[in-house]
């Protein structure tokens, strides 16, 4: 699960969210590598005539493209969110490497998760309510995760009552 629960002291625990990353940095790099490699199979055939130099442009390009794709598939899966419970205060921070960080706080007691089955941006849409307001929380997650984070969350802000 890309999410996880730690216990900072007695009174205060944080869980914190990431986008999943199945591919990681180094296998990425693997992949472009390898595109690069079959890439330059069929250049062999040309390889000494003036055609070389006319085929090799479209080669480097799919390959600075698909460097390009990975970079930026990055960077957008950079984005996570931490949620601190202590004795009093539930505390939502929304980590965007784009944009300035944005926060929610509320009185614990008065915290609870919400799950819109449906109508939300995504199916089993998970908000945290309090303070008259309402945030989401954890978008990037698959249906299933944000089904398990429901639970979670529910749990543990029932033991703080």
Known sequence: MPYRWTKNSDTEQELRLWPHNSLPPRGAMGVVLAVFLFGLIPLFAVLGSVLLWGLLPFLLLTV?????????????????????????????????????????????????????????????????????????????????ERIALFDDLTRKLRDSA
């Open 64 to 144: 600075l493209g698909l460097w390009l794709a990975f970079e930026m598939n990055y960077r957008a899966r950079s984005v996570f969110e931490v949620l601190t419970l202590d004795k009093t205060q539930a505390r939502l921070v929304h980590r965007n490497p784009r944009k300035d960080d944005l926060e929610w706080s509320c009185n614990r007691y008065w915290a609870r998760p919400e799950m819109h089955a449906s109508g939300g941006p995504v199916p089993h849409y998970v908000t945290l309510v309090g303070d008259g307001r309402e945030v989401e929380i954890g978008a990037f997650l698959t249906e299933k």
